[in-house]
């Protein structure tokens, strides 16, 4: 999946979704669907850190992140949560999601 989704490049040949060549279409595939494999949370990052990194992934431009992203956490109800971390390290092990 991660392969398929472009989180990471193929080591040889290529692979298609639908119609969509995952080296020359990984936007467009990326707008469909992005499934990784484990969550994919970030221990020095915020939750609205979170948020703009993934909706990058998802195809948004820079200005579309810096209008939006605020009122997205809005409708998430996430607002007084923007500015927290999403996990904190415990010993060697990740911590609670916030």
Do not use: Y
Not at 6 to 17: D, E, F, H, N, W
């Amino acid at each position: 999946m991660s392969i398929l989704t472009g989180l990471i490049g193929p080591s040889s040949g290529t692979a298609m979704i639908g119609s969509k060549n995952i080296q020359t279409q990984t936007r467009c595939i990326r707008q469909s669907f992005l499934c990784p494999k484990h969550d994919l949370f970030f221990v020095d990052l915020t939750v609205a850190e979170h948020l703009k990194f993934f909706v990058r992934v998802k195809g948004w431009s820079s200005s579309q992140v810096k209008s939006q992203a605020p009122q997205l956490l809005a409708k998430l109800n996430l607002v007084d949560k923007g500015k927290v971390k999403t996990m904190k390290p415990r010993g060697d092990k990740m911590g609670d999601c916030v």
